[in-house]
């Protein structure tokens, strides 16, 4: 099975620009959830999407919100960049077994703004 | 409100010897944790998931403990080798989202 895959790897951004990533969840797989990584916060959970309905959403504020399409595609998107937006952005797709959830995590899309 | 710490920022240790690293949770008791390795650029790997009704778990090299009582999880790296250097997360179930500890830095030298 191919992995889960983000687009693009890389992208740099200009403060109050908006910013829209995508994730390919492994196939099969209907759970994505998204998370921010920094150095200094480490990694941080910012929401999740099951068959098109966001089931859970971290401590974040309004300018990022989420997708998910019929096909499980995600996408995420922040609105009014700001410098502390740049970070690591993680998609991961989910199973379910036996009541555990296990994460497996593309390479993520690494935000630069300037 | 819910804190996992992760022991110190890096751990330099000599090849072959065990690496110890380790997961302090405090004011939840999650139903599993789990262990992820991440290097640099990339996203985490799964490792390892212990239940809460479990003790031990091994996977190779790799060994986890779970100590429901002292809310803690180890993580050992037996016959350690420079492969192994990278961040080691761990992570623990909480309202139905895994929770991740801010990582431990291991670097492995010859």
């Known amino acids: 099975k191919a992995g889960v895959t983000q687009t693009p790897r890389y992208l740099i951004k200009t403060r109050g620009q908006q910013v829209t990533l995508s994730c390919s969840p492994i196939?099969?797989?209907?759970?994505v959830s998204w998370y921010q990584q920094t150095p200094g916060q480490g990694l941080q959970f910012l929401f999740e999407?099951?068959?098109?309905?966001?089931?859970n959403k971290g401590n974040f504020p309004g300018r990022f919100s989420g997708r998910q399409f019929s096909n499980s595609r995600s996408e995420m998107n922040v609105s009014t960049l700001e410098l502390g937006d740049s970070a690591l952005y993680l998609c991961?797709?989910?199973?379910?077994?036996?009541?555990?959830?296990?994460?497996?995590f593309g390479p993520g899309t690494r935000l630069l703004v300037l | 409100s819910q804190k996992i710490e992760q022991n110190s920022e890096a751990l330099n240790i000599q090849e072959g010897k065990t690496a110890t690293l380790t997961c302090n949770y405090t004011?939840?008791?999650?139903?599993?944790l789990q262990w992820y390795r991440q290097d640099p650029g990339r996203g985490p790997v799964f490792l390892l998931l212990?239940?809460?009704?479990?003790k031990e778990k091994r996977k190779e090299r790799l060994k986890v403990t779970f100590d429901t009582t002292l809310k803690q999880s180890l993580f050992h790296i037996t016959a350690s080798q420079p492969a192994d250097s990278a961040t080691y997360l761990c992570?623990?179930?909480?309202?139905?989202?895994?929770?991740f500890g801010t990582g431990t830095r291991l670097q492995v030298f010859p």
């Open positions: 991961a797709s989910t199973s379910q077994t036996g009541g555990q959830e296990t994460q497996y």
């Open positions: 196939s099969g797989h209907r759970s």
């Open positions: 999407y099951f068959s098109e309905t966001q089931r």
């Open positions: 004011n939840y008791s999650p139903a599993y």
């Open positions: 212990i239940r809460e009704n479990e």
């Open positions: 992570a623990l179930d909480r309202a139905d989202k895994l929770i």
